[in-house]
């Protein structure tokens, strides 16, 4: 799921859709508006799945995509090639690959509580809960 907002209320930081992969912006500049046109915006982001870099040049008032975040908790019920997640709301399994991180993939264990993102239908895990 993801939302229209224009291109030149993003600010660094904020996410976007770019080739209809989720990214975080890293870099951004505004330019003025000139005499035979309107204010361009030029950034760069960072795939939050692949981590590729990538750009987009528009006008200020150009619409894009920001895509929709749900954090939510599960438990990890076994661990393989993915992670095997239990959502602790509506109970559900869910597969999550395993991250990428290392000091985050060896507190990974069954029945360990974790954070996790869904976005746009894929999901990642974020950080695992003490106690």
């Known amino acids: 799921m993801s939302k229209p907002v224009d291109l030149g209320s993003l600010k660094v930081g904020h996410n976007i859709v770019i080739d ?25 982001a960072i795939g939050i799945f692949d981590e590729a870099k990538r750009t987009l040049v528009g006008p200020a008032d150009m619409k894009v ?19 095997s997640l239990m959502d602790n709301e509506t109970l559900e399994m869910i597969e999550v690959p395993l991250p990428k991180d290392e000091a985050l993939r060896a507190k990974l264990e069954p029945g360990v509580t974790v954070e996790y993102w869904k976005i746009m239908g894929r999901a990642m895990i974020t950080h695992v809960r003490e106690g």
Request: hydrophobic share 30%; with cysteine; proline share 7%.
């Open 65 to 83: 995509e920001v895509p929709i975040i749900e954090k939510r908790s599960g438990q990890v019920v076994s661990i393989t090639d993915t992670v």
């Open 20 to 44: 209809g992969e989720p990214c975080r912006i890293v870099e951004l500049e505004k330019s003025k508006p000139g005499k035979h046109g309107s204010a361009k915006v030029r950034l760069v």
